[in-house]
């Protein structure tokens, strides 16, 4: 089993700054890709940016040269930046990874995992 907790959200003022990380945890063989998806109510989920195994990034285009996108793989912990905040930034901030597991005999296939989300709320 391989488990994702994101943390670091909260109430931010507009032009704030706020940083999420989500940790992973469990029976890990490899992470892959691990990102950031975001849902505002009544809207669908969509990809905020994405971090490969190597490092490369990918940033939705509302949120580049904001927002920053990075992982310790020592500790199986991706993290995202928040600067200069918007009102329509606001949303659930959930985290993402693609990870295999290890039960002691052999690898498992790729999944994806998901955190529980985490609530940014940006005043104006």
């Known amino acids: 089993q391989v488990q994702l907790v994101d943390s670091g959200g909260g109430l931010v003022q507009t032009g704030g700054s706020l940083r999420l990380s989500c940790a992973v945890s469990?029976?890990?063989?490899?992470?892959?890709?691990m990102g950031w998806y975001r849902q505002a109510p009544g809207k669908q989920r969509e990809l905020v940016a994405r971090?490969?195994?190597?490092?490369?990034?990918d940033y939705a285009y509302s949120v580049k040269g904001r927002f920053t996108i990075s992982r310790d793989n020592a500790k199986n912990t991706v993290y995202l930046q928040m600067n200069s905040v918007k009102p329509e930034d606001t949303a659930v901030y959930y985290c993402n990874a693609g990870a295999t597991s290890w039960d002691g005999l052999r690898v498992g296939p790729q999944y994806d995992y998901w955190g529980q989300g985490t609530q940014v709320t940006v005043s104006s």
């Open positions: 971090i490969t195994s190597g490092g490369s990034t």
């Open positions: 469990g029976s890990i063989f490899s992470i892959n890709a």
